[in-house]
Every structure is written in C-alpha cells, then in structure tokens.
C-alpha cells in the first residue's frame, strides 16, 4: 500500500508540473505574439509638420511650418501637424481616437505644466482625422473642434484637396484657441474689432448678393470656355491666298508636325492645330498650352519637354545655409543641365524641405517637446 500511495503521489507531482509548464509556454508564446505586434508610432522628427503621407509638396509645408512656428512664438502654444498612410502600418487595429491620444502622450505635445497641445492628425487610406487637444482644455474645444473638421476640414478631404483642408482647418484651430487668425496676433483690441466688424459686413454683403452670384459665377466658366473654343476653332483665311482653311483631324496632323511637336503632344504639354489651305498647300500650326505644368521648355531645342529632378544635396542649419540639385533633362533632345540653387538659413535647423535626402535625417534637439497631455479630448471626423 505504502508503495502504491508512492506511486500515485509522484504521478500527481509529474502531472502538476506538466500542466504548469503547459500555462508557462502559452504565457510565453502569448508574450512573443504581443512583442511581434506591439503598436509602434511615428518617429517625432518634426517639432511642426510630419508628413509622412507626403500630402503637402516643399513649399505648402514650409508655409504650415511658418504658420505653426508664428502661432508657437506668439501664445507659446505647441501645434503639430502629423499625416500617416494607416495606422495599421504601426500595429494599431483600433480607433484613431486612442491612436491619436496615445501617440500625443507618447510625444509629449504641448506645456507639462498647461496641457494645452495641439495635434492635428491625418490617416490618409484610413480615411480619418483627428484634432486632439491637452487635458487643459476639458472638453471646452470638442464642439469648435468638431465643427472645424465637418466644416471646413472634410469638404476638402473629398475633394482630394488635402493641403488646403489642412491649411483651412490650422487657421480655424488657431482662432478657436487664440482668438486671432494667423497673422493678428499683434493686432490691438480696437483693430481686432475693426476686422470682425469688416468680416461680418462682408459676410452680410456675401449673403444678400448670394442669388446672384448662383447665377453669375457658375455662367462665367462656361463663357469663357465657349469664347476661347471659338478662337481656337473659327474658320481661317490663308494668309497667301485668302482661301478658306480646313483643319486636319487629330489622326492625321502628325504628318505635319516635326518630331518635337509630335512628342510634346505626346506628353500632353502643347496642344498643336494644323490649319491647311487646299488652293497653295499653305500650312499653319497653330499651338496651345495644356494644363500640363510638368515640363518646361528646353533652350536648346526650344520644345517644351524638359523635366527636372530635384534633389536636397545639403540641409541648412543655423548658420550655413544648405543646396539643392535641380538636373534638367529634355526627353527631346537629351540636353541635360543641372541648376544649383541655395537653401536659406532655417532658424528653426529642421527638416523643412522634405524629399527622400532630408526625411533620412532626425528631429532637431534644437527645441522639445514640453510633456504634456492629452485625456482625450477633441473630435474626429471621416471623408
């Protein structure tokens, strides 16, 4: 009996410790799972703008730079704009809610002692925003905040127009919280009032003369539309003979056109109509810019079908300014010349001129962040 109890007790102990390895491995594997998938967030190397969804070409985003530094020095306010592609791309299946307070803590956006930070974010594939403001304000910012997103932030959003709805939704943001729009922020009272007054009248004046304009504005496109299409297709007279001129079809006028001409339709950067007389065999080409803004034209072979490639070969920093590459190539005539042109002095030493060459590079430690903290507040909105 005695040996039987032994048995059964070291089989109990051998089945005890088996099933607490068994709870000790699937801690562990449980652990690997969550280390594999931790949420991340983006790397705060911009103490204004980080446009990591590339949203904004040099000159928009120098420009948000400029407002958000001006708003920074005049109400010692941190304002940071941050766009993404998704926020799946840092681990987070959640809502942008909590992605956008975690990532506002994490950064530590605005004065640890005010709490009044400012974070517009930008999830482009997600099709989301949201403005998320420090725990100072409570929940007093959530209503202008939600209006400024419905109002004049998403309307652009669905149209594509992301810099101006970003643009559209800083200056807002800014009045809410400073009471001034960027730019008046050294107005006196009296002149503050004056341009209040002066907005009302001209909103007054927009909304008495609003019957109006809906019948106006829309004509003028369509008029001048219809006028340039009769410049460009009334009948010509040869210059040689007076005859009346014919125009050839898109399909057939290449015959005239020289290679040049035929490669810049091709490239849809001029828009060429061959006018031929049927009495002398005169021929005029008449040639017409497209919308096309990409190629410039070349001095060598005087067609326009020149690119350019820019590239940032130094930063600037407080004191030495920096150079960017600009190589021009006419797909034409293969003439290739490289411009250089200098970077001014940035006072801020960031990465102000984005471009592969200068995202590479990190936040500036010449400014940080103040520590504060969001406890949620603010809105979101979808397009």
Excluded at 46 to 70: H, I, K
Excluded at 196 to 203: A, K, L, M, N, W
Excluded at 204 to 221: E, N
Aim: proline letters at 4%; aromatic letters at 10%; a neutral charge.
């Amino acid at each position: 009996m005695n040996v039987l109890r032994d048995i059964l007790g070291w089989g109990w102990v051998t089945i005890s410790f088996f099933l607490c390895s068994l709870k000790a491995g699937a801690l562990l594997l449980l652990l690997s799972f969550g280390t594999a998938f931790a949420q991340t967030f983006p790397e705060d190397r911009d103490f204004f703008v980080n446009d990591y969804a590339d949203l904004l070409n040099v000159r928009q985003e120098s420009a948000l730079r400029q407002t958000l530094e001006e708003f920074y020095q005049a109400r010692d306010i941190e304002f940071t704009v941050l766009t993404i592609d998704r926020m799946a791309d840092y681990g987070h299946p959640g809502s942008i809610e909590s992605f956008a307070t975690d990532l506002f803590n994490t950064w530590g956006i605005g004065n640890a002692q005010r709490n009044d930070g400012l974070l517009l974010l930008v999830s482009r594939f997600d099709r989301e925003l949201r403005i998320e403001v420090g725990a100072g304000y409570g929940d007093t910012l959530n209503g202008p905040m939600q209006r400024i997103i419905n109002k004049q932030i998403v309307p652009y959003f669905r149209l594509d127009d992301y810099p101006k709805g970003i643009e559209a939704g800083v200056d807002e943001i800014i009045y809410q919280v400073a009471g001034r729009y960027p730019g008046e922020y050294d107005l006196s009272w009296v002149s503050h009032a004056i341009g209040q007054i002066r907005r009302g009248f001209t909103s007054i004046v927009s909304l008495l003369g609003a019957w109006l304009l809906l019948l106006i504005i829309p004509a003028i496109p369509f008029t001048l539309r219809g006028y340039r299409r009769y410049q460009r297709n009334h009948a010509r007279k040869c210059p040689v003979d007076g005859s009346r001129m014919r125009r050839y079809l898109e399909e057939t006028e290449d015959a005239a056109l020289t290679p040049g001409q035929q490669l810049e339709e091709r490239l849809k950067s001029i828009d060429h109509d061959v006018w031929y007389c049927d009495q002398c065999d005169h021929i005029t080409i008449e040639s017409y810019p497209t919308k096309q803004k990409i190629y410039g034209a070349c001095s060598n072979c005087n067609h326009r079908t020149l690119e350019g490639r820019s590239l940032v070969t130094s930063l600037p920093s407080t004191t030495t300014p920096g150079k960017r590459e600009i190589t021009w190539t006419c797909h034409n005539c293969n003439h290739i010349t490289v411009e250089i042109k200098v970077i001014p002095v940035h006072k801020l030493h960031r990465n102000t001129y984005g471009g592969s060459s200068s995202r590479s590079s990190s936040r500036s430690s010449s400014r940080s962040r103040g520590g504060g903290r969001s406890s949620g507040g603010g809105a979101s909105g979808k397009w």
